[in-house]
């Protein structure tokens, strides 16, 4: 019990560290330099709103009690009658609410208001994000995802990911396309920065995944041998999804588009850590390495589909998080071992179509309550303060418009007068790529 | 007086400054540049987006000197840097009418 305290104390660091600065660095150096500030700040921005608000009512909604969709916000608000010695807990579900909000963010590159995220981060988190995670971690007999479908999610497949993608899919939807989306080309960056990110994702995804393990009540040796196994089998298999959605990724890239890429490389490890998320627990190394791998393949296809279907989902939240948090769900009911933590036999291992069916049953939900709520909050937002940046401000970077910043100073020859550097530098390097694009082929 | 410009590939700049500093070139003025020619771009793919990269970097040097040495300079130029590759550059030579050294006032073949 001690050791698993301890560990937790550094699992939950390891899950803010993911947010501050893992995913800013993976999304910043992905989107364009006149507007990676803001992209990294809608990351710092959402961990502080999330977190004081999670502290007031959304440790409450997911944890004070029984209930279909969430528990009483009221009942342990502001962390009322929670001991100290229980903070830990409430801090590790505070960084997933925190993470879940900010990978909205890279749909939106460029152009969503930064007083709309600002309101936006606050009532998602309260209306979609609070209620998914009661409805799937707190698995009371009520809640709806685990409780009541039965649905395996060991650390958040449905409540993270698919969660924050199908978010994002609707979010982009209301929103609109980058000004010149997909005529003018926007390529990434700075892809150090994303290869950096995406390695400290990976780091922090251990305290994510391994971290997720439910202290159930046992005593002593009982836990102690429990924990021991099943932060074994968390811990590999996060390792070798991760490792075999790299070569997925690269595969599919080398075979269609004759390179193996660094930024899929990146990508891959995103997409495998993404997939295993929900699985760690209920999966072999053997199940693992097959999810980690089909969730690379896939969503190094699946990222082009914005290029068919016209939405300009800007950093491929779509692609990566809800079609690999699909994937990772999804293939529980065909990996999934009774030995593992759900103790349930997938289509693999004997158990017929019984878990397969439930799985799809806790995606089917979560899809559906978040994708409507998000409409609802984002509709209201777009008809009250607005959700678009002015035209002008977004072509002249919003980093510019909503922050007064620019993130880099490479042209101080010609920077007089400081900020204009950034339009400078921005507008040369789109004026570099266009003058014999015919638009970006998918 | 003749002006001499050329614009070249990058990894013969090297070569091109040595072999001028031979013949007696004292100074040019050197910048980084882009465009394209015959040879145009190259592709990038960024997670399977092909993006069509018009433009390729390039070396610009220009000089002024004596009319006497301006197709010297051009030859040295052209065998320097040729790599007989498509994409080797371009050289071309115009007319300076008045050249002035800021330091001194001294003009023309006295400020060369």
């Known amino acids: 019990m001690d050791g698993y305290y301890a560990f937790m104390l550094v699992a939950t660091a390891l899950v803010l560290m993911m947010t501050v600065p893992a995913l800013a660095l993976f999304y910043g150096g992905m989107s364009r330099s006149k507007s990676v500030l803001n992209m990294m700040m809608m990351s710092y921005v959402a961990a502080a709103i999330v977190g004081i608000l999670y502290v007031a009512?959304?440790?409450?909604?997911?944890?004070?009690?029984?209930?279909t969709l969430f528990a009483n916000p009221l009942d342990l608000f502001w962390l009322d009658g929670v001991a100290t010695g229980d903070y830990i807990y409430v801090m590790f579900q505070m960084t997933f609410a925190?993470?879940?909000v900010a990978l909205i963010s890279g749909a939106v590159e460029s152009r969503l208001k930064f007083s709309a995220w600002v309101l936006f981060v606050p009532v998602w988190a309260l209306l979609v994000y609070f209620p998914l995670a009661h409805m799937v971690f707190s698995c009371t007999e009520a809640s709806l995802i685990c409780g009541r479908i039965g649905a395996q999610d060991y650390a958040g497949g449905t409540a993270v990911h698919i969660n924050a993608g199908i978010a994002a899919l609707v979010l982009v939807l209301l929103?609109?396309?980058?000004v010149g989306w997909p005529k003018e080309q926007m390529r990434p960056h700075n892809l150090t920065l994303t290869m950096l990110g995406a390695g400290l994702l990976w780091f922090g995804w251990y305290g994510f995944n391994v971290g997720s393990i439910v202290f159930a009540g046992e005593e002593g040796e009982a836990f102690t041998a429990r924990f021991i196994s099943e932060t074994g089998r968390t811990f590999g298999n996060t390792t070798l999804a991760a490792f075999a959605a790299i070569l997925g990724w690269l595969a599919i890239e080398r075979l269609v588009h004759k390179k193996a890429t660094s930024l899929g490389a990146a990508s891959g490890i995103v997409a495998g850590l993404v997939a295993i998320t929900p699985a760690a627990g209920a999966v072999d190394l053997e199940g693992a390495v097959a999810i980690g791998f089909v969730a690379g393949a896939v969503c190094a296809w699946a990222v082009g589909l914005k290029y068919k279907l016209g939405f300009d989902d800007s950093l491929d939240v779509v692609g990566v998080h809800l079609v690999g948090g699909v994937i990772g769900t999804v293939l529980i009911g065909v990996f999934s071992t009774s030995e593992g933590a759900g103790g349930v036999d997938g289509l693999l291992y004997g158990g017929g179509l019984g878990s397969l069916g439930d799985q799809t049953l806790g995606v089917l939900v979560a899809v559906a309550y978040s994708g409507v709520l998000t409409a609802v909050i984002a509709l209201a937002i777009k008809y009250t303060i607005g959700l678009r940046l002015d035209e002008e401000d977004e072509v002249n970077g919003i980093d510019l418009a909503a922050h007064g910043e620019s993130a880099y100073d490479l042209h101080s020859g010609s920077s007089g007068s400081g900020s204009s550097s950034g339009i400078?530098?921005?507008?040369?390097?789109?004026t570099a790529v266009t003058s014999r694009n015919e638009g970006v082929k998918a | 007086m003749k002006l001499v410009t050329a614009v070249i590939k990058p990894h013969k700049w090297e070569d091109v400054r040595e072999a001028l500093e031979t013949f007696g070139v004292t100074g040019m003025t050197v910048s980084e540049v882009s465009g394209y020619g015959r040879q145009k771009g190259h592709t990038e793919v960024y997670r399977g987006a092909e993006y069509d990269i018009a433009l390729v970097p390039k070396i610009r040097l220009e000089i002024v000197i004596d009319d006497a040495d301006a197709q010297d300079v051009v030859g040295i130029i052209v065998k320097t840097a040729q790599t007989g590759r498509i994409g080797d550059g371009k050289?071309?030579?115009?007319?300076?009418?008045?050249?002035v050294r800021v330091r001194t006032g001294d003009t023309d073949e006295a400020a060369i």
């Open chain 1, 57 to 67: 009512v959304g440790w409450s909604m997911g944890w004070s009690g029984d209930g």
């Open chain 1, 98 to 100: 925190i993470i879940t």
């Open chain 1, 175 to 178: 929103l609109g396309k980058r």
């Open chain 1, 424 to 430: 400078l530098a921005a507008s040369t390097s789109s």
């Open chain 2, 91 to 99: 050289v071309w030579v115009t007319p300076v009418e008045t050249v």
